[in-house]
């Protein structure tokens, strides 16, 4: 280990490797400077060349905005590492200053007033040490050693790559992505491609979106591509073209993605609604790491397995998220179960469609093997800066789910799911006490004791059981002392019934002699003997 360490740091120093990110640039969505908060993003227009041999890039970013008030400075967020070559406001060059990460630019704009911003810049953009759980660019080669590049910052943000207001709260919308690549190279993005143009050593590619879109969601994916195209047809008639980009050797096993894919999108326009996206397309780009959810054009590199539950993980994990992420976004880091435990949840209920419920109830479990108990899923810890926020997000956001709709019942559950995605994507931001809201407006009830005991505590309800001779009592205990009404589910001799526990406490007559099981499909997330206990 010592000498690794050691080895490492020569390399660093000699410069091979990518120098650490500041804390600052690490972390996407910190507190915004307060400058910031005086402009309202409208679109951005983004051009970059990459150079596969330096590993750099140079670009040219154009943000167009709203003054919310008077600015004198404008504020946008890029790593240090690069060099800013120009600053513009509204056409006119402005000085500019560098810091904490950002790119304060002298300006003078009155309130209620649009301008634009222009930044010219070079540099070698921080490189991906663990991708996509480390972010940042991934320059890598295929076997026959042709340039392949990937990015992927979700956890760090669009400042590892060009200059940006680093907020998933303020999507721009809409946005142009031209990205300009050594000749037989092909450069995927959002959106639409409009436009191809060829030079002797160069291609550039022009991709638009007119969907509002996160920052950290901007994506792209280059390589020596060959492209599969397809197209879905929703259950409304509606036709949206599906496009793949792959590597040469990989084609035939792209075309079972994309069968599978077809499959995938029918279930959750079905569960969900329809796809957000429909007038650009369903996008998947292979990629040199192992994936991410990107509006449009979700990265894959899990190597087009064969799955035991009969779909490809990945794929249907990473196209959940246009729903759950990209139509409808986190209000803040701390809701960010929203994502990923609702993604989770997706799978298992895929799963129990495509093998039926013992898949479904073998995901649950595994799921229950994976929980940490360490920390409270809500709210999540504020350091994001390695975007670790351990495996309870997913899973115990998952379970909480699924709990909810044992209680609540299939048409509530669904149309809660309904509802907290909306009908206006990209604009629709939710956070945890929004869902509370709207589950309890379709349980007909206030559900605030039912999240609060999953959500806000480390480790799940605990139910006690004492049996007697004639009677079983069940009691819930929370690690808070609250009061839990959850119901549970019994069965004595094989007739099944469901107890009532309006004080957290119920009384069962069950004679000594009967079998009883409780809980007896595993419905309710509560303390097991495989639960495990935080380290």
């Known amino acids: 280990m010592r000498l690794i360490g050691i080895l490492a740091w020569v390399t660093m120093i000699a410069g091979c490797a990518t120098p650490r990110l500041a804390p600052e640039t690490a972390l996407t969505a910190r507190a915004p400077h307060p400058l910031q908060d005086a402009y309202d993003v409208l679109a951005y227009d983004l051009s970059i060349e990459f150079k596969p041999r330096r590993k750099s890039i140079s670009g040219r970013m154009e943000m167009t905005a709203l003054a919310l008030a008077p600015i004198k400075e404008a504020v946008l967020d890029l790593d240090a590492r690069f060099k800013v070559r120009s600053v513009r406001i509204d056409g006119a060059e402005a000085s500019h200053r560098r810091g904490d990460g950002r790119l304060f630019a002298t300006a003078d704009i009155d309130a209620g007033t649009r301008f634009t911003v222009a930044v010219d810049y070079k540099g070698k953009p921080h490189e991906a040490r663990n991708a996509p759980w480390d972010g940042g660019l991934v320059w890598s080669k295929t076997e026959d050693g042709a340039p392949w590049i990937g990015t992927a910052v979700q956890g760090e943000g669009c400042d590892l790559w060009w200059p940006c207001k680093d907020q998933f709260l303020d999507k721009p919308d809409a946005m142009e992505i031209t990205l300009t690549v050594p000749r037989g190279l092909f450069a995927a993005s959002n959106g639409v491609l409009e436009e191809v143009e060829k030079a002797k050593k160069t ?14 969601n901007v994506a792209v994916g280059i390589g020596p591509y060959t492209e599969l195209e397809d197209v879905h047809r929703s259950e409304a ?66 190597g087009f397995p064969v799955h035991p539950h009969g779909f490809d993980w990945l794929l249907q994990h990473e196209l959940s998220h246009e729903w759950f992420g990209n139509a409808m976004t986190h209000a803040d880091d701390s809701d960010f179960w929203l994502h990923e435990g609702f993604a989770t949840y997706m799978q298992a209920d895929y799963a129990a469609r495509i093998v039926g419920d013992q898949a479904f109830d073998h995901y649950l ?65 939710r956070s945890t006490g929004d869902f509370v809201e709207i589950a309890s407006d379709q349980a007909g009830e206030d559900l605030s004791w039912f999240f609060n005991a999953f959500l806000s505590t480390r480790t799940p309800p605990e139910l006690l059981i004492a049996r007697g001779e004639e009677a079983v009592r069940l009691t819930w205990r929370l690690s808070s002392g609250a009061p839990f009404p959850l119901p549970v589910a019994i069965e ?44």
Not at 495 to 512: C, H, Q, T, W, Y
């Open 203 to 216: 291609t550039t590619y022009r991709w638009r979106t007119d969907y509002p879109i996160s920052p950290y």
């Open 237 to 302: 008639g509606v036709e949206t073209p599906i496009q793949v980009w792959v590597l040469p050797e990989n084609r035939e096993k792209a075309l079972r993605l994309i069968d599978d894919l077809k499959r995938q999108l029918h279930y959750f326009e079905e569960r969900l609604g329809p796809y957000p996206w429909p007038d650009e397309k369903v996008g998947i780009v292979e990629t040199p790491f192992f994936g991410m959810e990107h509006q449009t054009i979700n990265a894959y590199g899990a």
């Open 365 to 429: 479990y595994n799921y229950r093997l994976q929980l940490k108990n360490c920390e409270p899923i809500v709210p999540i810890k504020d350091d994001r800066s390695g975007f670790d926020i351990g495996n309870d997000v997913y899973y115990k956001g998952a379970l909480t789910l699924h709990t909810l709709r044992w209680l609540i019942g299939e048409e509530a559950f669904w149309e809660a799911v309904r509802e907290l995605i909306g009908n206006d994507p990209g604009r629709v931001y």
């Open 492 to 535: 004595i001799d094989g007739v099944r019934k469901v107890i009532a526990m309006s004080n957290g406490e119920a009384l069962v007559p069950v004679p000594s002699s009967a079998d009883l099981r409780i809980d007896p499909d595993g419905d309710l997330l509560r303390s097991l003997p495989i639960t495990a206990a935080c380290p």
